[in-house]
């Protein structure tokens, strides 16, 4: 599965993007996909997953009722959807597809990753 994520900007705090990260592959609606994130300086970090069907998702407690991961197999794209971001929400924001059709949250549960998309939210 080929990945390619879009949607990143520049945006103000308190501000609204939506993530696109569109698939290749008709295989994509067997995995669980999910969205990492690395800001200036820091390591990777999980944000949020869902599994192959969209029904089951989990977001990290930092972005917890602010973002929102979803998918349309139909169409082979994962989207996330983030309000009321804020300045440490900076980052360049990576999907991936899991090994398998669970949820996952770890680097070593990646099967390939798309290339990131930055976002920044300015004070």
């Known amino acids: 599965v080929q990945l390619q994520a879009s949607g990143g900007g520049l945006v103000q705090a308190g501000g609204s993007l939506r993530l696109s990260c569109a698939a290749s592959?008709?295989?994509?609606?067997?995995?669980?996909v999910g969205w990492f994130r690395q800001a200036p300086g820091k390591e990777r970090e999980f944000v949020a997953t869902?599994?192959?069907?969209?029904?089951?998702?989990y977001h990290a407690n930092s972005v917890q009722g602010r973002f929102t991961i979803s998918r349309d197999n139909a169409k082979n794209t994962v989207y996330l959807q983030m309000n009321s971001l804020k300045p440490e929400d900076t980052a360049v924001y990576y999907c991936?597809?899991?090994?398998?059709?669970?949820?996952?949250?770890?680097?070593?549960?990646?099967?390939?990753w798309g290339q990131g998309t930055l976002v920044t939210v300015s004070s």
């Open positions: 592959g008709r295989t994509f609606g067997s995995y669980a």
């Open positions: 869902i599994n192959w069907s969209g029904i089951s998702t």
């Open positions: 991936a597809a899991g090994l398998s059709s669970s949820r996952f949250y770890t680097d070593q549960d990646v099967g390939s």
